[in-house]
């Protein structure tokens, strides 16, 4: 009876054993598949970052030239106002000439 008992026990921990390592095998498979889904999610958000950076490079880019745009075209309008301001001079010295107080 004793042998019937050891191989009853036998079979069962044979049993617990196969069904541990099918748990063991599934939960690896798991792992395996949150490891590719993990590796596969952050290539794409390094693709994103990359385009990102892209992105904001080129905005930089644009703000740089509408920058120095912005400042030519500010010394262009005070090289103007100059110009204006010294002919608004000379006309009136002009008028004063010709007109005299009457201007």
Do not use: C
Not at 12 to 31: F, P
Not at 67 to 81: F, G, L, P, R, Y
């Amino acid at each position: 009876m004793s042998e019937r008992w050891t191989d009853e026990r036998l079979d069962i921990l044979a049993s617990s054993i196969n069904e541990l390592t099918t748990n063991v095998q599934n939960s690896n498979n798991r792992l395996d598949s949150f490891i590719f889904e993990s590796q596969r999610l952050f290539t794409k958000l390094g693709e994103s970052q990359s385009r990102h950076d892209a992105a904001i490079e080129t905005l930089l880019g644009a703000v740089t030239r509408l920058t120095q745009n912005q400042e030519i075209q500010w010394q262009a309008i005070q090289e103007m106002q100059s110009e204006v301001r010294g002919l608004q001079v000379e006309n009136r010295r002009i008028l004063q000439r010709v007109f005299g107080d009457e201007f």
